[in-house]
Nanobody
């Protein structure tokens, strides 16, 4: 059984930074080989890819529109993945989901999902 739990988020002002965290456990193990990703869904919009990182963190992928502002990282031993978000904009407002699966920008590559955490950026 794979479980993902996100934390962080909340209400921030435009221009602020925020960091999201996600922990994964699979049958009691935290050092799983899954690639992990962040995706987000804004009200009335489809879910979109944000960033992904390979199992040991050697490769990353980013949505083109977010490169330079968002950084994904992970602590393999702790089973944690992080999303550092800088220079936040109101259009970054969304529910952010942590997911685990195959390294990809495609949401269907990730069979395991967290419950999501709300990030609201006020102008």
């Amino acid at each position: 059984q794979v479980q993902l739990v996100e934390s962080g988020g909340g209400l921030v002002q435009a221009g602020d930074s925020s960091r999201l965290s996600c922990t994964i456990s699979a049958s009691g193990r935290t050092n799983t080989p899954y690639a992990m990703a962040w995706l987000r869904q804004a009200p009335g919009k489809e879910r979109e890819f944000v960033a992904a990182i390979t199992g040991i963190g050697s490769r990353t992928l980013y949505a083109d529109s977010l490169k330079g502002r968002f950084t994904i990282s992970r602590d393999y031993a702790k089973g944690a993945v992080y999303l550092q978000m800088n220079s936040l904009k109101p259009e970054d407002t969304a529910v952010y989901f942590c997911a685990a699966g195959a390294f990809s920008t495609v949401s269907t590559s990730y069979p395991y999902w967290g419950q999501g955490t709300q990030v609201t950026v006020s102008s």
